[in-house]
């Protein structure tokens, strides 16, 4: 997860560029020929496109931009840390 890429995506796509990109990155992480190294760059791209997400869904709540990435950070520390 990196904030600065987070918010590059909710600055500069819109929700359904990241869902459709979202799509194609999950379905390419099931080709089982896939390296380990392309399934943790894919995953490391679908959790930053899906902070991205998360951040338009909190900011379109009114949540400020800055807000909703620190909470969108914190809630995957949380996850992390148990």
Do not use: W
Not at 2 to 23: D, H, S, V
Not at 36 to 64: F, K, P
């Amino acid at each position: 997860m990196k904030l600065p890429i987070i918010r590059q995506f909710y600055q500069n796509q819109t929700p359904a560029n990241l869902e459709a990109t979202l799509e194609v990155l999950e379905s390419f992480s099931e080709f089982r020929n896939v390296s380990e190294e392309d399934l943790n760059v894919a995953g490391e791209l679908i959790t930053n496109i899906c902070g991205a997400l998360e951040v338009h869904a909190n900011v379109n709540n009114g949540m400020s931009e800055k807000d909703a990435l620190n909470s969108f950070a914190q809630k995957v520390m949380g996850s992390i840390d148990k």
